[in-house]
């Protein structure tokens, strides 16, 4: 089994549809840490699992300095952040979302 990981920051604006009180309704930003994981028994024809620059173009090239709200179709948590990253990117199996210091979501298939 083959296996590539991708670290990617983006900085992006979010706010959360909450049903509790919390700051977080309110219009606001991170510097976000990503980690996707891709998994392949095979290589393609060019030797590799996924380009790690075809991660970027799916992932950063969407949603860095972007009001994460317009971007994906749910409440834009960091949970749902890594689901939307893994359906998206081919041969993803794992995506981690750091949303600030000691907050981290990851989405596994």
């Known amino acids: 089994m083959y296996t590539v990981t991708k670290r990617l920051e983006i900085s992006a604006a979010h706010q959360l549809s909450l049903n509790y009180e919390s700051k977080?309704?309110?219009?606001?930003?991170?510097?976000?840490?990503?980690?996707?994981?891709?998994?392949s028994e095979t290589l393609d024809a060019n030797g590799m699992v996924v380009d790690?620059?075809?991660?970027?173009?799916?992932?950063?090239?969407?949603?860095?300095?972007?009001?994460?709200?317009?971007?994906?179709?749910?409440?834009p948590t960091a949970e749902n952040?890594?689901?939307w990253i893994c359906e998206k990117v081919p041969h993803c199996v794992k995506v981690s979302v750091q949303e600030s210091e000691?907050?981290?979501?990851?989405?596994e298939v």
């Open 81 to 83: 952040i890594a689901r």
């Open 102 to 107: 000691g907050n981290v979501a990851v989405y």
């Open 52 to 75: 790690f620059k075809h991660i970027k173009n799916l992932v950063s090239d969407v949603l860095d300095h972007q009001y994460l709200n317009d971007v994906l179709q749910c409440n």
């Open 24 to 39: 977080c309704k309110n219009l606001h930003g991170h510097n976000w840490i990503i980690y996707v994981t891709c998994q």
